[in-house]
């Protein structure tokens, strides 16, 4: 093997004398151009000229390992594609949208831009930081949920959130979107919170307005999940602002810890984690399923249920609209809000027949 590994680097300081089937060593190759073969015949040619053992021309891995030494690296002719676990989601309206743009709202071009070219980048991205991870299935929403308070993963936080934020905000418009006044239960239900709904609209166009920076602002039913002595469930609508890529969700702001990790070692806090349990049946109080889900939430707060957001970033609206053209973008966004989208995805207590409270 020493023979062998002289031999070869008294090789790579000069050029073999050429021959139709005789390999440059110094010639620089394209690495789509190297050819497995070629490095194969050449090391069995260097072993049987130096005495080395015949085995180098029957094990494979060795003759790759020789051929790097030569300065020839083989590489597969087909790259193995990794298989996307998160795609650009499908919309109701997806063909009309790509064909003619969002009726009244924006046209083809701005549509290709806000959804299929930057939507696709987003779970491109995506796709590339959680390939192989555990989480690689998940939600977009519980992606950036578990991640949110990970500085050490703010991309992947950012990508996840900014993907499920976009989709919310694509998902509720429509080529016929059904007014609010077909939607009596829900247009009742926010009237009982903002007095009327171009109370409503003012204020939600009158808060994008007025952000500096892109970021979106949404319309979400806030509820207590302690409901009160007389067994209503209190809520009310509201309206919130993130800036960027952050999410809505409260869950997002807090997470409970059992124990003081600082103070711990590896063992104990294993057995901590031993003793959560994992089944919720049967159980009650603190360990029940409505206990674990009061405790993710921060200590007084609130759940929170999203229905409807408008995207502030400028490359949804200057397409369209222009530099100065965002106002008209927000009017003409609330035009084509299809409210039977939102009535979908409000909460069922939030249209019921109670008395709502008003933060």
């Not at 009158?206 to 979106?216: H, N, R």
Request: glycine share 8%.
């Amino acid at each position: 093997m020493v023979a062998l590994q002289a031999h070869i680097c008294a090789l790579k300081a000069f050029k073999i004398p050429t021959k139709p089937s005789t390999i440059e060593l110094r010639r620089p190759v394209p690495e789509n151009s190297v050819k497995v073969e070629e490095c194969e015949t050449h090391m069995r040619r260097v072993a049987r000229g130096s005495g080395v053992a015949q085995s180098v021309g029957r094990d494979r891995r060795a003759l790759g390992r020789s051929s790097a030494k030569c300065g020839y690296f083989p590489f597969r002719r087909q790259q193995q594609q990794q298989r996307a676990n998160h795609t650009i989601p499908p919309l109701e309206f997806d063909a009309t949208f790509a064909a003619a743009g969002v009726p009244g709202f924006i046209g083809k071009h701005g549509f290709r831009i806000a959804w299929t070219d930057y939507q696709g980048l987003l779970v491109e991205k995506l796709n590339e930081l959680t390939a192989g991870e555990p989480y690689e299935n998940y939600l977009t929403k519980d992606i950036a949920l578990q991640f949110a308070r990970d500085p050490m993963s703010a991309s992947l936080f950012n990508y996840a959130s900014m993907a499920h934020n976009n989709h919310h905000f694509f998902s509720t418009l429509s080529t016929h979107p059904t007014p609010l006044d077909k939607e009596p239960t829900l247009r009742q239900s926010l009237i009982n919170t903002f007095g009327s709904i171009e109370t409503l609209q003012t204020t939600m166009l009158d808060t994008a307005t007025a952000m500096f920076g892109p970021g979106f602002v949404w319309l979400i039913w806030a509820r207590d999940l302690d409901p009160p002595a007389g067994g209503i469930r209190r809520g009310a609508w509201r309206i919130l602002t993130t800036y960027l890529a952050g999410t809505p969700y409260v869950e997002a702001r807090y997470r409970q810890q059992g124990i003081d990790t600082n103070v711990q070692n590896a063992t104990s806090y294993q057995a901590y984690k031993n003793s959560q349990p994992v089944n919720t049946l049967g159980a009650f109080g603190s360990y029940s399923k409505f206990g674990r889900e009061q405790a993710k939430l921060p200590p007084g707060g609130t759940n929170v249920q999203p229905v409807l957001c408008v995207n502030t970033w400028e490359h949804v609206w200057l397409r369209d609209y222009g530099i100065m053209g965002k106002r008209k973008y927000l009017t003409e966004w609330w035009d084509v809000i299809d409210w039977g989208a939102v009535e979908q995805l409000a909460p069922k207590e939030s249209k019921g027949t109670v008395d709502f409270m008003r933060f």
